[in-house]
């Protein structure tokens, strides 16, 4: 994958952007709040007043908008104006009709202080019962009509309560799909990608329209399995150029050509992901990284009765990348459906 040029946003500040389709700016580097909870309001003013992060990344489902909002605040009123911020949230799945578009929009900018977004994403392309369970229970995944919700969102743009809107979560063939009717294509699709899951179809297809990507999850995740953080292909790469692991898979993201929003409330960790510019990885390293397989240990213990020996062969590796976020627990009910695996969830395209 060729490496995309990173253009400085302002002479006097270490943040760096790629340019949409509308012509707006994303900075390279956002503040994820996803789980941050209470210490998000903190997160977001530590991050912009004292890291010079200028891209905040919320959504509705994480529960943290009056949080965001708070540390919005805080830093507007610190001197931060408004036009040098990027703010990101998302139409959560039980707001995918076209009726309750605005409405969840006007919400969330309420809960934000804001007087509009600079990208609205749909954060999952499925549409769920408001109050659905987890796992769904019959009934809970709705018919999604997104055409009518994207005309909403087109709407949006033009009464200027967003700037730019996109897509999160989706798969080529729903991106295909809503491509082949938008009237303003989507600026940003934001989809998980670290080196264990680096998901090329889709960057590459969105490369091929002009759509900016955004990676989430660029850490991979310690809960679910997918330690990155200490791999040993990210720490033997860290320790060479003399960077800590994150700061190695955050410029592994950028050098891909996306932008990325890692997560964290640690003050020291929030800067450390910053820091990030100004130098680049070695192509040898870059395709190391670029090559890391998911990779589960299965010993092999083999016992050869007429040799009457033991003959073990070590480790066998089984080379696959995987998702760490496939969403089963939102949308599979494996009796009921109408997704009754993670494969249906994402359209078999893995």
């Not at 959560?92 to 900018?109: Q, Y």
């Not at 202080?113 to 796992?135: K, N, Q, T, V």
């Not at 994207?150 to 798969?171: C, H, P, Y």
């Not at 910053?274 to 016992?303: K, Y």
Request: charged letters at 25%; glycine letters at 6%.
């Amino acid at each position: 994958m060729a490496q995309s040029t990173v253009l400085r946003a302002k002479e006097d500040e270490q943040c760096y952007s790629f340019v949409l389709l509308s012509g707006h700016r994303i900075p390279a580097v956002g503040l994820g709040t996803w789980r941050s909870g209470s210490d998000a309001s903190n997160s977001v003013s530590t991050a912009v007043l004292e890291a010079g992060y200028r891209h905040i990344d919320t959504a509705w489902e994480y529960g943290v908008h009056e949080e965001v909002g708070q540390g919005l605040k805080d830093a507007m009123d610190a001197g931060i104006e408004r036009k040098d911020l990027f703010v990101t949230s998302k139409l959560w799945c039980s707001d995918l009709s076209p009726e309750r578009v605005r409405p969840a929009l006007l919400n969330t900018l309420e809960e934000l202080r804001l007087d509009y977004l600079d990208l609205y994403l749909i954060h999952w392309p499925f549409r769920l019962r408001e109050g659905a369970s987890r796992p769904p229970q019959a009934g809970d995944v709705l018919d999604f009509d997104m055409e009518g919700v994207w005309r909403e969102m087109e709407k949006l743009v033009a009464q200027n309560l967003v700037r730019d809107i996109g897509v999160s979560n989706f798969t080529l063939k729903k991106l295909n799909k809503l491509t082949s009717f938008a009237q303003t294509m989507p600026s940003v699709c934001q989809m998980e990608m670290h080196p264990g899951w680096r998901n090329d179809k889709m960057l590459e297809a969105c490369q091929k329209n002009g759509i900016h990507v955004t990676a989430y999850s660029p850490l991979g995740s310690q809960e679910n399995g997918r330690d990155l953080i200490h791999d040993p292909t990210v720490e033997r790469v860290a320790k060479k150029v003399n960077k800590s692991p994150g700061q190695v898979l955050v410029r592994w993201a950028i050098q891909r050509g996306t932008s990325v929003i890692p997560k964290s409330t640690n003050p020291e960790r929030i800067k450390e992901n910053m820091h990030v510019f100004n130098w680049v990885l070695p192509e040898e390293d870059f395709n190391a990284l670029s090559s890391i397989p998911d990779q589960v240990r299965a010993t092999v213990l083999c016992f050869n009765i007429f040799m009457k020996r033991y003959s073990f062969d070590g480790f066998r590796y089984i080379l696959k990348q995987k998702r760490v976020l496939h969403g089963e627990d939102l949308f599979v009910n494996k009796n009921d459906g109408p997704f009754r695996s993670v494969e249906d969830v994402w359209d078999h395209e893995d």
